[in-house]
């Protein structure tokens, strides 16, 4: 039931004291270890902050993050510490994510230091050394700085840095957005070996479903903060329930030029309302195609339609999307 707010205190709503942005409301799923979570949804939706209050690098309104037994959410510093030693992040932005005035070594050993591990200078250069070499950069380039080298392997250093101290979990925040196409998926790949290699479960934030599909388990789909739709990642892309997850799904060009000329395109009227002022009872009713009266007074509850397939919907049905399926 994670739920987080920000005040809104500045600009055109200084004098409306009590405006908040309902960034993420209620919002409940589980991660599983070595798992894939996908979770997609346009900008500004919430995911980020979904990530960040995982983390607790933003402190969540209410609700729980439950880590290994443990609640993330009401934990002390010392505590928090030893949790922040199995989570890690991989940022957006592989631009701003590293310190320009350290060198690439000093970035990856970062967490080394933080928790203590390794005290010998030479022990902790040369596992940095082997870090560099499973993400694909030259050991030999450790001294250099993040501005010596291309984004796809500044993104590298970014997941050498968040692989360092081998975590359980590490919450990946649209890490191949910022990067050329060609790029992605050299990155999507070296992610899924080392979670091969490693066993780390991952939460893997994306605008897009086409980035998290070969790559996740299960896909979960936000709007405006809220969770609207997920399941196992075949389930969703064949046969969505939610007229959200069925439009955005509509919108991803399928490989088969028939298949793509026959399909029917679902085009959503505006743009997403406010999250200042969030649209009552469902979030999605003012750009809903199947809108009923019902949508706007009565906000649906997250139910089970099928085994493991979970969809926040009064009028959920089954909608297979043809094409959309699957490159085994
Ligand atoms: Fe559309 Fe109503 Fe379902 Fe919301 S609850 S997605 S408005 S049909
Ligand atoms: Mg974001």
Redesign the pocket.
């Known amino acids: 039931h994670l739920t987080k707010e920000f005040p809104v205190d500045s600009g055109v709503f200084a004098s409306r004291m009590a405006k908040k942005v309902s960034a993420v409301q209620d919002v409940s799923f589980d991660i599983f270890p070595g798992e894939t979570f996908g979770l997609v949804g346009e900008s500004g939706c919430g995911k980020s902050t979904t990530g960040r209050c995982i983390m607790r690098l933003t402190h969540p309104t209410d609700g729980r993050v439950v880590f290994d037994g443990k609640d993330v959410a009401s934990m002390h510093k010392k505590q928090l510490k030893a949790v922040r030693h199995d989570m890690q992040y991989i940022f957006q932005d592989p631009y701003a994510s590293l310190n320009p005035r350290m060198t690439i070594g000093e970035i990856v050993s970062e967490p080394l230091a933080i928790h203590n591990e390794m005290d010998s200078n030479e022990e902790r250069i040369d596992y940095v050394r082997q870090l560099l070499d499973i993400v694909g950069l030259n050991p030999e380039h450790i001294n250099r700085y993040p501005h010596e080298f291309s984004g796809g392997q500044r993104q590298r250093v970014g997941i050498a840095r968040a692989f360092a101290l081998h975590p359980k979990l590490i919450i990946c925040d649209e890490p191949v957005s910022a990067l050329d196409v060609s790029i992605q998926a050299q990155v999507l790949n070296l992610l899924g070996d080392l979670q091969k290699e490693y066993g780390t479960a991952y939460l893997f934030i994306a605008h897009d479903l086409s980035v998290v599909q070969h790559i996740s388990d299960r896909v979960a789909v936000m709007y405006l903060g809220n969770l609207?739709e997920w399941s196992d990642w075949c389930t969703l892309y064949a046969e969505p329930y939610?007229?959200?997850t069925q439009a955005l799904l509509s919108a991803v060009p399928v490989p088969d030029p028939d298949v793509q000329r026959s399909r029917e395109r679902i085009i959503l009227a505006g743009d997403p309302p406010s999250p200042i002022d969030p649209p009552s009872?469902?979030?999605?009713?003012t750009r809903?195609?199947?809108?009923?009266e019902?949508?706007?007074r009565e906000k649906?509850e997250m139910r089970e339609v099928a085994p493991g397939h979970h969809c926040?919907?009064?009028?959920?049905k089954p909608f297979p999307i043809q094409g959309s399926s699957i490159e085994l």
């Open positions: 609207m939610h007229p959200y009872g469902c979030r999605f009713h809903c195609p199947i809108a009923q019902i949508c706007s649906p926040a919907c009064h009028f959920a």
